[in-house]
């Protein structure tokens, strides 16, 4: 498995403002990954973070709003932006340590509450 | 495209009673990777286990037990002898070779073990 730590664990922010999510993973991975779980509900993919790279988005997911940033193999940032109510979700970084479609692990999530 | 249905949103339990959690999953493919996750409620997302879609053993893991049925689509959880730190959503997911490392969730079951 992944030791996975998440910044900040909760915060609450106001409207029109951003917020940047760090993911740190205690050993090199192949694969990082960012999932919103949206309240009561399931998680959804919002992107592949590329080392070096622009992220790969997901349908309904825009750079615009959510840039990530991914400049090591242990390290990734999301950032929320021009947030609304609608964004209030738990985030999550997940990892793939090996290669593609290997087990994913999971950070203990960021918890958003936008007023 | 994949789908994963957990038709049951929400199962109460009795503390030493068996439960079974029931995954569907619809795909193409014919080469996928099947996952549970638990989410107890603190929030993070604890990895339970991974089958591809070439082995059909059933896997026992202390009280933990999975049904994996190609026939069917099926890939069912049975807890014996619930506890109450069993309490918690329970995620089934599924990816698929084509689809790379993107994860499909189900909805999710929402398992209550009472005292």
């Known amino acids: 498995s992944a030791v996975i730590s998440q910044k900040p664990s909760r915060d609450i922010c106001q409207r029109g403002t951003s917020l940047t999510i760090q993911c740190q993973v205690d050993?090199?991975?192949?694969?990082m990954f960012w999932y919103r779980q949206q309240p009561g509900q399931s998680l959804t993919l919002i992107a592949t973070a590329n080392q070096g790279s622009e992220a790969t988005y997901e349908s309904g997911f825009v750079i615009d709003k959510f840039p990530i940033s991914r400049p090591n193999l242990t390290f990734s940032t999301l950032t929320v932006s021009n947030m609304s109510p609608e964004d209030s979700s738990i985030y999550l970084c997940?990892?793939?340590?090996?290669?593609?479609?290997?087990?994913?692990?999971f950070g203990p999530g960021t918890r958003l509450t936008v007023l | 495209a994949q789908k994963v249905t957990q038709a049951q949103t929400e199962i109460s339990v009795v503390e030493k009673e068996d439960v079974t959690l029931d995954c569907v999953y619809e795909t193409r493919d014919t080469t996928y990777y099947l996952f549970w996750y638990k989410q107890p409620p603190s929030g993070e997302l604890v990895f339970l286990i991974r089958r591809n879609s070439f082995d059909e053993q059933n896997e026992i893991s202390g009280r933990y037990s999975w049904n994996f049925q190609k026939s069917t689509s099926s890939f069912n959880f049975t807890i014996t002898a619930s506890q109450v730190v069993d309490s918690a959503v329970y995620f089934c997911?599924?990816?698929?070779?084509?689809?790379?490392?993107?994860?499909?969730f189900g909805e999710g079951t929402q398992l209550t073990v009472n005292p």
């Open positions: 050993s090199q991975v192949t694969m």
């Open positions: 997911a599924l990816s698929e070779e084509t689809s790379g490392s993107r994860l499909t």
């Open positions: 997940s990892v793939e340590k090996l290669r593609s479609q290997d087990t994913q692990y």
